[in-house]
C-alpha cells in the first residue's frame, strides 16, 4: 500500500524497497524494543558506494525522529512537509492576525444625532478661532475715536462672527484628503465622516448671507465688503496656497489683520490710520503666533502636503518670527503718534513686548520645540494684554475732538 501511494507521485527507487525491508524486520521480531538495527547493504559498486551509505545514514535519522508506522521517504521529502508545515502555520498566524485586524478597523455606518449635531457644527466652525476673530473686531470696535453704539457693536460682532464660521467650513470642506493624513487634523468632522460635505456647504452658506448681509445693511457696506473680501481671501486664496507656497503665511496674516479694521469701519465709517495700526499689530503679531506653531508640526505639514516655511525654509521661518516680535515694539510707538492712545501705552506694553521679542530670540538661536512651545504660549495671553492695555490708554474722545478743533 505505501508502495502504490509512492507510485502515484514518482518512481519507486532502491531506497524505498531497502526501506520496506526494514520497516518488515523491525515489525516482526519480538526482541527488539524500539528498531532493528541497519542491515549492511549489497554490495554496490566502488564508485557508488558512498553514495548509498549518506542515503543509510539520512534514513537512519529519519527512523529516530518519527513514527515508523507513516515515515519519510527521503531527506528531501521530509524537508518539503516541515516547510508545507511551517509556511502553513505562517498563513493560519497571518489569517488569524487579519481577521482581528479587520474586527478592530471594520468600518461602522456613523448616524448622526441631532443632539450631537451643535457640537459638530461648533468643530466645523473652528469655534475657538471665531471667538479670537470676534474679539479682535470689538477691540477695533472699541478703540475707534467714536461714541459706543451697543446695537452696531452687536451686529458687528455677530456678523464677523458669521462670515468666520463660513470661512472656516469652507476651509475643512476643501482640505478633507490633506487633513485627514495629519495628528492634528485627523479627528475633524468631514474627515470622520460625521457630516457629509451637502451639509458642511449648507452651513457655510446659511452663516456667509446673513453674515454678510448684516454687516453691509446694518452696519455698513465698507465693514461688508471687507468681511467678503476675507472670506474670499481665506477659502480661495490662502486655502490652496498652503500647498503650493510659503507665502501663504503672509496671506493668512492678512486675513487675520482685517477683523479689527472691520471693527474701526463699523463704528466710524471709514478706513483711517488707526485702523491700519491695529490691523499692523494683528498682522505682526501673527508670525511668532503661527512660525512656533508649525514649528513643532513639522512632521504634519509635511505628511498633509502643506508648503510651509517650518517645512521648507527652517531658518526664514525663526527669522521671520524674531523680526514681527521686534516689530511689535515699534507698532506699540506708533500708536500715540497716531492719535490712537496716548504715551503710556508704549511704556506699559514694553514690558510684554520685550518678553515676547526674548522668547523670539530663543527661538531663533535654539531652533527646538522647547523654545517654540514657549514661543507660542506666550502669543496666546500676549495679544488680549497688548490688546487690554491699549484699551485701558486709549485718547479720550474729548481729547481727539480738541486736537481736531485746534487743527481747524
Known amino acids: 500500500m505505501h508502495c502504490f501511494g509512492v507510485a502515484n507521485k514518482r518512481w519507486i527507487t532502491f531506497q524505498h524497497l531497502n526501506f ?28 557508488l558506494e558512498k553514495k548509498h551509505l549518506g542515503q543509510e545514514k539520512t534514513v537512519t535519522c ?26 502553513a502555520a505562517v498563513v493560519e498566524d497571518l489569517a488569524t492576525a487579519v481577521g482581528a485586524e479587520s474586527k478592530e478597523k471594520q468600518w461602522k455606518e456613523m448616524k448622526l444625532q441631532l443632539d450631537d449635531l451643535p457640537g459638530i457644527l461648533a468643530r466645523l466652525s473652528k469655534i475657538k478661532l471665531t471667538a479670537l476673530v470676534v474679539s479682535t473686531a470689538s477691540a477695533g470696535f472699541a478703540m475707534a475715536p467714536v461714541p459706543f ?6 451686529l458687528t460682532s455677530i456678523g464677523t462672527g458669521l462670515a468666520s464660521c463660513a470661512a472656516n467650513s469652507i476651509n475643512q470642506f476643501f482640505e478633507v484628503p490633506f487633513d485627514s493624513n495629519m495628528n ?43 468681511g467678503a473680501f476675507n472670506i474670499f481671501l481665506y477659502t480661495c486664496c490662502y486655502t490652496p496656497m498652503k500647498r503650493m507656497s510659503i507665502a501663504n503665511t503672509w496671506v493668512g496674516a492678512v486675513v487675520g489683520a482685517i477683523p479689527p479694521i472691520m471693527g474701526w469701519t463699523a463704528a ?39 508648503c510651509m516655511m517650518s517645512v521648507t525654509h527652517p531658518a526664514m521661518c525663526r527669522r521671520v518670527a524674531l523680526r514681527h516680535c521686534l516689530a511689535l515694539i515699534g507698532l506699540s510707538t506708533v500708536a ?25 530670540f530663543r527661538f531663533y538661536r535654539d531652533a527646538d520645540r522647547s523654545s517654540s512651545r514657549k514661543l507660542f504660549f506666550c502669543s496666546l495671553w500676549h495679544l488680549p494684554m497688548l490688546l487690554l492695555l491699549m484699551l485701558t490708554c486709549k485718547k479720550s474722545l474729548l481729547e481727539s475732538e480738541d486736537k481736531s478743533n485746534h487743527l481747524r
Open 149 to 154: 453704539d451697543l446695537t452696531c457693536f452687536l
Open 268 to 306: 466710524t465709517g471709514s478706513l483711517d490710520a488707526g485702523a491700519l495700526l491695529l490691523g499692523g499689530i494683528l498682522y505682526s503679531w501673527q508670525f511668532p503666533h503661527f512660525n512656533a506653531l508649525s514649528w513643532g508640526l513639522r512632521e504634519d505639514y509635511s505628511r498633509g502636503g502643506y
Open 336 to 360: 500715540p503718534l497716531l492719535d490712537v492712545t496716548t504715551w503710556n501705552f508704549p511704556l506699559v506694553s514694553l514690558p510684554i513686548n520685550l518678553y515676547i521679542s526674548y522668547l523670539g
Open 20 to 47: 520496506l525491508k526494514r520497516m518488515y524486520v523491525t515489525q516482526s521480531s519480538k526482541d527488539l524494543s524500539q528498531q532493528a538495527k541497519l542491515k549492511p547493504d549489497p554490495v554496490a559498486h566502488p564508485v
Open 184 to 226: 492634528r487634523t485627523k479627528n475633524r468632522p468631514l474627515v470622520r465622516g460625521q457630516i457629509s460635505p451637502l451639509l458642511a456647504v449648507s452651513f457655510a452658506a446659511t452663516c456667509a448671507v446673513p453674515g454678510i448681509a448684516l454687516l453691509t445693511l446694518g452696519v455698513n457696506p465698507l465693514t461688508g465688503a471687507l
Open 62 to 87: 529519519e527512523l529516530r525522529s518519527v513514527s515508523p508506522l507513516h515515515p519519510p521517504l527521503s531527506e528531501t521529502s521530509h524537508r518539503n512537509e516541515v516547510k508545507e508545515m511551517k509556511s
